[in-house]
């Protein structure tokens, strides 16, 4: 079965550091994966996806994510924290199965804070 | 840019009572998706609907559940009656054909009395 880990529950960093939420994921063919942003309040918003091609994935506000096979995962990235970037980060997967686009199987979340 | 809007933002009902959360997915999309998040927990998939019809549920989606397309912009969840743990976010979602990746709405808060 398809399944999604975030082995964190806060990642914490300080405004300026680089900043990495982990992901790793099992499926039974090749993965279509994804990341979404949660801010307090508000719905689910899309960052970027993988789906093929390129293993580092570029996506909104300056993140991105890197699809590395061999360990199955999808590291969310981003190069230079902002406090505006606190949040609630969710990775998923897409479910294979049946005759529809795929449901989205999602992790627990990772709560992502950045201090000043 | 086209956006998933839900209807409404927060509902609040008894318990045993009828509720109908609804949705406007992004008009050119053809895979509709209702999904909920209990406080504090994860995003659980319900319900996928494609060309009027059902295409998967999840356990959580039992019979009093349904949903609806009653005309060519709505997508409504009905929970016909509702039981304290139905208190959840509900997220609508929909996708296109070309697009794997699914546009949410904001949430609809149901909380349950």
């Known amino acids: 079965a398809q399944s999604v880990a975030q082995p964190e529950d806060q990642v914490n960093v300080a405004e300026g550091n680089p900043l990495t939420v982990k992901c790793t994921y099992s499926v039974s063919g090749n993965p279509y994966l994804f990341w979404y942003v949660q801010y307090p309040n508000r719905g689910l918003q899309f960052l970027l996806k993988y789906i093929t091609g390129d293993n580092l994935v570029k996506g909104s506000y300056g993140f991105e994510a890197e699809f590395n096979k061999s360990q199955t995962s999808f590291h969310l990235k981003k190069p230079s924290a902002l406090v505006s970037d606190s949040a609630l980060y969710f990775c998923?997967?897409?479910?294979?199965?049946?005759?529809?686009?795929?449901?989205?199987?999602f992790g627990k979340g990772t709560k992502l804070s950045v201090k000043p | 840019e086209p956006e998933v809007t839900q209807t409404p933002s927060h509902q609040v009902t008894q318990m045993g009572q009828e509720v109908i959360l609804r949705c406007v997915p992004i008009?050119?999309?053809?895979?509709f998706y209702w999904y909920r998040q209990i406080l504090g927990q994860k995003v659980e998939f319900l319900v996928s609907f494609y060309n009027n019809e059902i295409s998967e549920k999840s356990e959580i989606f039992d019979d009093q559940f349904s949903v609806e397309r009653p005309d060519g912009s709505n997508f409504t969840l009905k929970i016909r009656s509702t039981k304290l743990e139905d208190s959840a976010m509900y997220f609508c979602?929909?996708?296109?054909?070309?697009?794997?990746?699914?546009?949410f709405g904001q949430g609809t808060r149901l909380t349950v009395v």
């Open positions: 008009s050119n999309h053809l895979y």
């Open positions: 998923a997967v897409r479910d294979m199965g049946g005759g529809s686009q795929g449901n989205l199987i």
């Open positions: 979602a929909s996708s296109a054909p070309e697009l794997p990746g699914a546009f």
